[in-house]
């Protein structure tokens, strides 16, 4: 979809919708389809070729990451165990919400920071911790810590990518191809796994 293309996004929204963006993939159930890896990426990608300042997409991103996080906990410590009676529509998935709770169970709060790289996970981890009452601050720890490595490593990547690979825009589709694969790859591994023990 046109409309999902990180360059698409980034070219219409400037740097106040990749913000956006990332707020809302961080926390909000409606964020789950939208292309955080590789919207950062791009934008560190086009801030390495002068379009986009790399200071601010560094301090604003990171800083929408963890306001994001903060928005899905509070959802979830608000709406509590609701969360899993709601009827399913187009934005909401129960089994996003399954996979996100067996997650957590496994990893436990370090599993905030994990689902950063994990996309739809990331979306409804905060949620999950809401519900499960997760003490704030131990939250707010790993929350933040999750939002800065997942944001300046994505960022980083993509100015990187741009400073050393000559006319790096004849490579911009096939690696945010790539990256789109890779992040999807733990999820399904996770997914496999869990379908597993379901069948034991």
């Given at each position: ?107 436990g ?24 009452e ?29 400073q ?37």
């Open positions: 979809m046109h409309f999902l293309d990180p360059h698409f996004l980034i070219e219409t929204l400037g740097i106040a919708g990749v913000v956006g963006i990332i707020f809302a993939e961080s926390g909000l159930l409606i964020g789950f389809f939208l292309p955080g890896d590789s919207l950062l990426f791009t934008a560190g990608l086009l801030a390495s070729q002068g379009y986009l300042s790399i200071a601010l997409l560094a301090i604003l991103c990171p800083l929408a990451a963890i306001l994001g996080d903060n928005t899905g906990y509070a959802i979830g410590k608000k709406v509590g165990p609701k969360i899993f009676r709601k009827e399913e529509s187009f934005f909401f998935n129960k089994k996003h919400i399954e996979r996100s709770k067996k997650f957590f169970e496994k990893y709060p370090k599993a905030i920071v994990l689902a950063r790289f994990i996309p739809i996970v990331r979306t409804f981890t905060p949620i999950i911790a809401g519900v499960g997760m003490p704030y601050s131990k939250f707010l720890f790993y929350n933040a810590s999750g939002g800065i490595l997942w944001t300046l490593f994505s960022i980083v990547l993509g100015y990187t990518f741009g050393i690979i000559p006319n790096p825009d004849k490579y911009l589709l096939p690696v945010i191809g790539a990256i789109i694969i890779i992040s999807f790859i733990p999820p399904v591994v996770e997914y496999i796994k869990i379908r597993k023990e379901i069948a034991q």
